[in-house]
């Protein structure tokens, strides 16, 4: 079965600092991998997302993740972290992108 | 577009009462699905539905049942509804496989529906 593990629950950084979210998978063959950000009281928006080919992703509001597949990870990286990108973070897997397993998700709190 | 839309946005119930929480899209995706997110849970698959008529079970389908009579609507029906039942329910739409295989895999949310059972 599919898994996806988000070890870190709460994560606070200071404004333009760099960020890394981290997120490990578990299936069998290259899945679907996705983030997704929600803030409070809101939807899920897609951050960015990974089928094949570079492994090396751009998502909108300058995020970008790398996959790495020895390691099955998938994590999430910002360079410069701004004040409206404090929110939950979800990185999801699949082999369908309609089947998605959820993480926990990763709360992130930005310090002005 | 409306994108996909949820009703009602919050409910109360009581326990054994039943509901449905309603969904449609605007955007002809043949695919749908139904999630619940519980605080420390992340989101989890209840239902989903490839294409009208066609729908199955997802991780936790248990206390709830669907149905998909058209493209457009995807509603969920809670027969009894638990105090364990108490959730954010969302809705989520995917078209189907475009042009180069893959050009339409992005699932599509709702706002969401919060329900509470007393």
């Known amino acids: 079965a599919q898994s996806v593990t988000q070890p870190d629950i709460h994560i606070t950084v200071s404004e333009g600092a760099s960020l890394e979210l981290r997120c490990n998978y578990s299936?069998?063959?290259?899945?679907?991998l996705f983030w997704y950000v929600q803030s409070p009281g809101q939807g899920l928006q897609l951050l960015l997302k990974?089928?094949?080919?570079?492994?090396l992703v751009q998502g909108i509001k300058g995020f970008e993740a790398e996959f790495k597949r020895s390691q099955s990870s998938f994590n999430l990286r910002k360079p410069s972290v701004h004040w409206s990108d404090a929110a939950e973070y979800f990185c999801?897997?699949?082999?369908?992108?309609?089947?998605?397993?959820f993480g926990k998700g990763t709360k992130l709190s930005v310090i002005p | 577009n409306a994108g996909v839309t949820q009703t009602p946005k919050f409910q109360v119930l009581k326990t054994g009462q039943s509901m449905t929480l309603q969904c449609a899209q605007d955007?002809?995706?043949?695919?749908m699905s139904w999630y619940r997110q519980d605080p420390g849970m992340g989101l989890r698959l209840i239902h989903y539905?490839?294409?009208?008529?066609?729908?199955d079970q997802g991780e936790v389908p248990n206390g709830y049942n669907v149905s998909r009579s058209t493209t457009e609507d995807f509603p969920l029906r809670l027969l009894s509804a638990a105090p364990s039942q108490t959730s954010v329910y969302f809705c989520?739409?995917?078209?189907?496989?475009?042009?180069?295989?893959?050009?339409?895999?992005?699932?599509?949310f709702g706002p969401g529906t919060r329900l509470t059972v007393l």
């Open positions: 539905s490839v294409g009208a008529g066609i729908t």
């Open positions: 955007m002809n995706h043949e695919y």
């Open positions: 299936y069998g063959a290259t899945p679907y």
């Open positions: 990974y089928f094949s080919g570079d492994t």
């Open positions: 999801a897997v699949g082999a369908r992108s309609y089947q998605l397993t």
């Open positions: 989520a739409s995917r078209g189907g496989q475009g042009a180069g295989g893959r050009a339409y895999n992005e699932q599509f």
